[in-house]
């Protein structure tokens, strides 16, 4: 029998960073939603998370195959300091539309059954290309909209 740690595994040039998706729009369907404390511990988010549902080219020529994901934060509660404090729930406005095809005369509550339900909902997602807080290039959702 071979010894397993007898290995020789050539890892030069291998990329180890994650891949970004041109600035686009993509249909991506909700693969999770979860309630989190926020980073701050002073409120919840509601965690979306976004998959592809088709292979993309990334900016740097990688295949990212159906499945990658992406998160989009909605605060569930406005900042102290917000200068609108409706805004978070504009946001969660346009969640709720772009998920269930509804409008501001017929978009439900969000409660836990909502939030439930999203899971599986396709929809558009309006993906930026933005620098992260270490300078790297990463993707941002900036709004999402109906799937046609």
């Known amino acids: 029998m071979q010894d397993p740690l007898n290995i020789n595994i050539a890892l030069e040039g291998v990329e ?27 409120g919840h988010n509601l965690l979306v998370r976004l998959a592809t549902t088709s292979a993309i080219t990334s900016t740097d020529g990688r295949e990212v195959k159906p499945g ?11 900042k102290d300091d917000a200068k609108d404090p409706e805004f978070y729930r504009t946001k969660l406005a346009e969640l709720l539309d772009a998920a269930f095809h509804t409008d ?12 439930d339900q999203l899971v599986g909902k396709v929809v558009r997602a309006n993906v930026k290309v933005e620098a992260k807080p270490d300078g790297a290039p990463g993707n941002n959702v900036a709004r999402l909209q109906k799937a046609i």
């Open 16 to 42: 180890t960073s994650i891949p970004v998706l041109p600035a686009q729009t993509y249909d991506m369907q909700i693969s999770a939603a979860t309630i989190e404390s926020n980073k701050n511990k002073d």
């Open 68 to 78: 990658f994901t992406l998160t989009s934060y909605y605060p569930l509660q406005a």
């Open 104 to 115: 501001k005369t017929n978009r439900p509550n969000l409660n836990r059954a909502t939030i």
